[in-house]
């Protein structure tokens, strides 16, 4: 009754809850634990509401757990900060290549805005050639020498057709070129979490990005990768016990100031 019971809220409300109930069985060795959570924060919980909300992790999150996993670490190295460490870097590689693209976007449309500047120049430089041939055309005209103003005239067909050609591509990069041009020059691509940031924006909307809930995480799972690489690297070296000469004498005081207490 109670397996099928559980079945049915499972159901209802996703893994969460089968999770909890469950929970009693599972131990902290368990691959369907969270062993960033175990370890630290799990990035799942990081982005909850914002605009790179991950949804909810479908491994399980359990308080229980974490403290067994803490208590028994003492002991023993798991290798789950490894995990964790590949969980973490993966998200920063992520962002990092969201970075990339938001930059090539912004680039591109700087090319783009730089071609629209050049096909507008061409634009201006064939309205005068009209208007000029316009004038050669009804001066012909008046003097009666036909023939060469129907030269013009076939002259001033086909600089009108250009002039048609290089409006539609104009239209085609983009159909409101100025503002384009005045929104996208001021835009940058923030280091951490990828979101545009204008150049226009007031200090008050720069201190909203830095201190909103995407940026600050994104600064957190930096610092916390680069933070547990270093750590796990050194406790590397140490198993090999390639300790340099100073990683030796603050070990050798610390020994002594743990023997004094
Ligand atoms: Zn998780
Ligand atoms: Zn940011």
Redesign the pocket.
């Known amino acids: 009754m109670a397996a099928e019971q559980a079945k049915i809220i499972e159901q209802l409300m996703g893994s969460n809850l089968s999770n909890f109930s469950s929970r009693g069985q599972v131990q902290f060795t368990d691959r369907k634990v969270?062993r960033?959570?175990l370890c630290g924060i799990?990035?799942?919980?990081v982005f909850v509401n914002t605009k790179m909300d991950l949804g909810p992790?479908?491994?399980i999150?359990s308080d229980k757990l974490k403290a067994d996993y803490e208590a028994a670490s003492y002991s023993h190295d798991y290798g789950y900060e490894w995990d964790y460490l590949q969980d973490l870097e993966r998200h920063v590689t992520e962002c990092n290549k969201r970075i990339d693209i938001a930059e090539a976007r912004r680039e591109k449309t700087r090319e783009e805005i730089d071609r629209t500047d050049a096909l507008m120049k061409e634009i201006l430089h064939l309205d005068h050639t009209i208007s000029v041939l316009i004038d050669e055309i009804k001066a012909l005209a008046s003097k009666g020498r036909v023939n060469e103003s129907i030269q013009r005239f076939t002259a001033y067909n086909k600089v009108k057709q250009t002039k048609k050609e290089l409006v539609q591509e104009v239209l085609s990069i983009n159909e409101l070129p100025s503002q384009a041009s005045s929104t996208h020059q001021k835009l940058q691509v923030c280091d951490v979490c990828s979101a545009y940031l204008s150049r226009l924006d007031n200090d008050r909307r720069l201190a909203d990005h830095f201190s909103g809930k995407m940026h600050l995480g994104y600064a957190q799972i930096r610092d916390a990768a680069k933070e547990l690489r270093q750590l796990l690297e050194k406790r590397e070296l140490e198993k090999k016990g390639e300790l340099t000469e100073e990683e030796k004498g603050d070990r050798l005081e610390f020994q002594e100031a743990v023997k004094a207490t």
Not at 42 to 45: G, N, Q, V
């Open positions: 969270c960033s959570f799990c990035p799942h919980d992790c479908p491994k999150h």
